[in-house]
């Protein structure tokens, strides 16, 4: 593998090392901003505008007054614009009741929020955007419902919670690893929850991917946030945690001993595809996976394969395991390096879009630092940066 310094390494993964660029905003323009994406997040929840009306949500009711505030803003058009594509400043209002019956202090008095000390004639200028974790929390709560298959669920519950008293399982605070995917346990306000679902891949009002979760509750509730809204309620939430995978103690040894079982290999592959993306960094781009055969059994078909780019493949490392599950093994590695698996699609060859997994953009010298430290059982609390393109030690939980 080409050795390359620090610069270079950081240019290969995409990473670009620049200097933060302070806010051109100014402080009201900040907070027109922030009430405005509460209103695209409603409406990419919903499906339609706010509306007011004493049988809707009091949220709701909160985005609709908000709404007619910023309509009549001289500047919101042009300072929203470039948000504002779903066209929700020039739509027609769903309704006709006289807004000035409704203020923002009123609606919030209703939630127990007290007043912020701000001038008052900045009233138009939403003062009350982002009264913030009291806001978020409410609005997550109600949004619970009951969980009527609960009975499917709550064995799942009892065996997490005692898998942390007996150390087979650990936590971690949230924030360095956000992935979020089906059968991921959380500690959400004190209480356990269990990722149920996780549904199709849709765009959020600022451009970045989300998605539909079925969360369910210790307290046999469900809810359906979006995967974007659980990690930031997780991360501004002091309590909040991860519970780890149950801990498998170490996976094999530098050697075979008389009474292991043999399991089967690790193997790392680079593509020989001529994709420009993979071309461009493909020295930086691997397959890892785990068989119980021959390797090269594995991959005798890959030009022919979607799963392994339509292309050729060479064999970089490989690992022999001995007393291990393979498929919890295999998904640590997913986990650990899921924020580095390569977004690619491809043509299967009926033409078909191909999204290939277990294509990871990471240096070949961190995929062996990962072995070595599943063998002495130090993986528990290690993630993966691939801002630095190194893997790290998440101390008390950071």
């Not at 605070?173 to 306000?189: A, K, N, P, W």
């Amino acid at each position: 593998m080409v050795e390359m310094d620090d610069d270079e390494l950081l240019g290969a993964l995409g990473v670009e090392v620049t200097p933060l660029k302070a806010s051109h905003h100014t402080p009201r323009e900040e907070r027109i901003i922030a009430g405005f994406e509460d209103i695209l997040r409603f409406h990419q929840t919903h499906g339609r505008i706010p509306q007011h009306g004493e049988d809707k949500d009091i949220f709701e009711r909160l985005y609709a007054v908000r709404l007619n505030q910023l309509r009549k803003l001289p500047e919101a058009q042009a300072l929203l614009a470039e948000l504002d594509k779903v066209g929700l400043l020039t739509a027609t209002a769903t309704t006709q009741q006289d807004v000035s019956e409704l203020d923002e202090d009123a609606l919030l008095a209703q939630l127990g929020i007290g007043e912020q000390s701000v001038d008052e004639d900045d009233i138009t200028v939403l003062r009350h955007v982002r009264s913030s974790a009291n806001k978020r929390a409410a609005e997550e709560i109600a949004d619970r419902t009951r969980c009527e298959n609960f009975d499917q669920y709550q064995p799942l519950f009892e065996q997490a919670e005692r898998e942390l008293k007996s150390g087979a399982r650990t936590t971690l605070r949230f924030g360095r690893d956000t992935s979020i995917e089906v059968g991921h346990f959380f500690v959400l306000g004190g209480q356990l929850t269990y990722v149920a679902e996780v549904g199709e891949t849709i765009k959020a009002p600022n451009g970045e991917s989300d998605a539909r979760l079925l969360l369910i509750y210790a307290n046999g509730t469900q809810s359906n946030l979006l995967r974007r809204s659980l990690q930031r309620a997780l991360y501004k939430d002091e309590t909040g945690r991860r519970l780890t995978d149950t801990y498998l103690g170490p996976l094999f040894g530098d050697k075979a001993e008389s009474d292991d079982i043999e399991s089967g290999t690790i193997y790392v592959l680079r593509s020989l595809s001529n994709h420009p993306f993979v071309a461009e960094h493909r020295a930086l781009i691997h397959k890892i996976g785990v068989t119980g055969g021959k390797v090269e059994t594995r991959i005798a078909n890959a030009a022919h394969d979607a799963t392994y780019l339509l292309a050729d493949v060479e064999i970089v490392a490989t690992y022999k395991l001995h007393n291990l599950n393979r498929t919890r093994l295999e998904n640590i590695f997913h986990r650990l390096f899921g924020a580095a698996q390569i977004d690619l699609t491809i043509e299967d060859r009926f033409g078909h879009p191909v999204k290939p997994k277990e294509w990871f953009l990471v240096p070949l010298h961190v995929i062996d630092e990962a072995v070595e430290r599943i063998r002495n059982g130090s993986i528990t609390n290690a993630i993966y940066v691939p801002a630095t393109a190194q893997l790290e030690d998440d101390v008390d939980g950071r």
